[in-house]
């Protein structure tokens, strides 16, 4: 069974321990390297750190599967033109949530669970990883809001082994 929500106190007690050694007060809000990470909500890896990126270096947008989503590019727009970065790294990852399921299958779990129709949202599944990441740069690349010169890299992660993939697109 997995652990239950945290309790107030327990929030509170951990936000009094993180903020024992808090050490990124004073940061820009512009990225030091100026890029962004577009990669999914999963909370089994940390963006960051997986590309050898400190706190302050990125901006992290995190979705379910690391879509290219309307919304996600809304983040990615103004965070090259307001907040300066020149880039945008795009990472899915092995045993992803999303993978192998289908619109059908997530659209009958949320109405059996609330009884609401859930047939207008597209919930971005996909069978194959690397395919997946190839789709969202290539959404990106078409992308006419973004600045010229705008680079976007695609990559794989592994939740198991933290090896990160480059894919061709």
Known sequence: MPDPLPTLDEILQGNAR????????????????????????DSRYAAQP?????QGNAHVIRNAGGRATEDAIRSLVLSA???GTRGCIVIHHKKCGLYG???DDIRSAVTE?????ASSVDFLPFDDLEESVRED?????ACELFPAGYAVLG???????????PVEV
Not at 18 to 23: C, D, I, L, Q, T
Not at 50 to 54: K, P, V
Not at 137 to 141: A, E, F, G, I
Not at 155 to 165: I, K, P
């Open 50 to 54: 997986s590309l050898g990126l400190d």
């Open 137 to 141: 740069v290539r959404t990106l690349r």
């Open 18 to 41: 993180f903020r024992e050694s808090f050490a990124w007060g004073g940061l820009d809000v512009h990225p030091r390297r100026q890029v962004a990470i577009l990669t999914c909500m």
């Open 101 to 103: 399921t289908t619109n």
């Open 155 to 165: 990559f794989t992660y592994d939740v198991d082994t933290g090896e990160l993939a």
């Open 81 to 83: 033109h307001a907040l």
């Open 113 to 117: 669970a609330t009884g609401a129709d």
